[in-house]
């Protein structure tokens, strides 16, 4: 509850694969992409730093190597003095 969705981006293609046969539901045209919140997104780059969180939590999973922990870690620094911070 309170929880609000970001806007989510789904890619799909916009006209038929070079030298593949043509399929139901494709015009040809380009794709167009929807920024509700445009380029006024003031958590924009906040977010970009999240979700390179979550692909390194996910690498760091897969591997469970010391490499990939060091990663997080380098990621998790800058990333708690910045929530520290806006909590303060």
Known sequence: MGH??????VPFPAGPQSGGPERAGRT??????????GDQDAD????????ELLRLVDR????????TLSELETCLQPLGITVEMDWS
């Open 44 to 51: 924009g780059r906040r977010n970009e730093v999240w979700d």
């Open 60 to 67: 760091a999973w897969s591997w469970r190597d010391p490499e």
């Open 4 to 9: 609000q969705p970001r806007a989510t981006v």
């Open 28 to 37: 040809g045209s380009r794709a167009v992409i929807l920024r509700p919140w």
